[in-house]
């Protein structure tokens, strides 16, 4: 109850603990989520993804600063999915944000799990909730953009912004493989490269086929220049924090938010029965040598995943 009165009292270091123990997915991190999940709901959470390099971070920092000025709080959340070497990327972001460290309306923290896939996007939707509960107005999450994962990830958000960069021949096929339907903000960043304007096109040709958008949002696509140019910079960073806050708007004006809050819930329960459920099976099968055991005759051709999968659910499940 003190560690529930500390973070909402905006208290860094009894935050920071929590973020740390859902990190190794301690059991008492699970407790103190159960304490804190009825006081949540108040964030806007704004998930930002796209490829390695796009230059997620560097719209983070200046987010940020944007986002102050507009007398908003601010959460940030740098999660790295993708391996557990390139923890010195994240080292990097932090240094570079560090000029908002000292302001105590911004509170930041990076996320990686050594674990299981799905441990990750459990610890992010769970560090939204430790920063929701702090009180910050937004919670922007950082995370590299390139499969159903990140998707998992992304659904914890109620808009999602996609940073694409000119001169990726693959980049549309990745938007194509499911971010693009969870695209609320479009960004063309390093907008005066060459290129910028037929990744534009494209985009807009996507979004022509699309018959009827929810609520009548259109995602606009946003072209941000070099971000060593501060003013034109500056600028761009202005109207991205304004399409944010107005496509939170628009969720609070139609029923939207609604169908969020429901997608970011599911994504959650996922979550929660596959730690309940699966997650012990599995460890049980590991540690007893069975799953070895069971890798050998798939090799072998003696039997297959499914019926395999059939016969543990039999046994398991009543
Ligand atoms: N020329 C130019 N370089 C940029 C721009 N924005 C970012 N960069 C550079 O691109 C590199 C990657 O930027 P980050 O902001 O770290 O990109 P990221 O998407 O966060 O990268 P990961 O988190 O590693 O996936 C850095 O060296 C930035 O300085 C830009 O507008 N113009
Ligand atoms: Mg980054």
Same mark, same amino acid.
């Given at each position: 109850m003190e560690q529930l009165r500390k973070i909402r009292a905006g208290d860094v270091r009894t935050a920071s603990r929590l973020i740390r123990n859902l990190e190794e997915d301690l059991p008492e991190a699970k407790t103190a989520i159960m304490r804190i999940f009825p006081h949540t709901g108040r964030a806007h959470v704004v998930g930002i993804t796209g490829a390695p390099g796009a230059g997620k971070s560097t719209l983070v920092d200046a987010l940020i600063a944007s986002f102050r000025k507009k007398e908003k709080t601010v959460g940030v959340l740098c999660v790295d =999915?993708?391996? =557990? *070497?390139?923890g010195g990327a994240i080292l990097g972001d932090r240094l570079r944000m560090q000029?908002?460290?000292? !302001? =105590?309306g911004v509170f930041i923290r990076s996320l990686a799990t050594r674990g299981a896939l799905g441990g990750l996007s459990k610890a992010v939707g769970d560090a939204v909730h430790v920063m929701d509960v702090m009180g910050k107005d937004l919670i922007l999450a950082e995370t590299v953009g390139t499969g159903q994962q990140e998707v998992e990830i992304i659904n914890h958000s109620h808009t999602v912004v996609v940073v694409l960069v000119p001169g990726m021949g693959d980049e549309i096929q990745t938007i194509k493989a499911g971010i693009m339907e969870i695209a609320d903000i479009f960004v063309i960043n390093k907008a005066d490269r060459n290129g910028a304007d037929q990744l534009a096109n494209e985009l807009a040709s996507m979004l022509n086929m699309v018959p009827e958008f929810p609520g009548g949002w259109r995602p606009p696509v946003l072209r941000i220049g070099?971000? *060593? !140019?501060?003013v034109p910079f500056g600028e761009s960073m202005e109207e991205l924090s304004t399409a944010i806050i107005g496509h939170h708007r628009r969720l609070v004006e139609t029923d939207l938010l609604g169908d969020r809050m429901k997608r970011k819930t599911m994504v959650e329960i996922h979550e929660a029965l596959r730690d309940a459920i699966l997650e012990p099976i599995l460890k049980e099968m590991t540690q007893s040598g069975e799953m070895e055991e069971i890798a050998g005759r798939l090799l072998r051709k003696e039997t297959d995943p499914y019926t395999i999968a059939g016969e543990v659910a039999r046994r398991h499940l009543k």
């Open positions: =999915p993708t391996s =557990p *070497f390139t000029r908002h460290a000292e !302001d =105590p070099n971000c *060593f !140019d501060p």
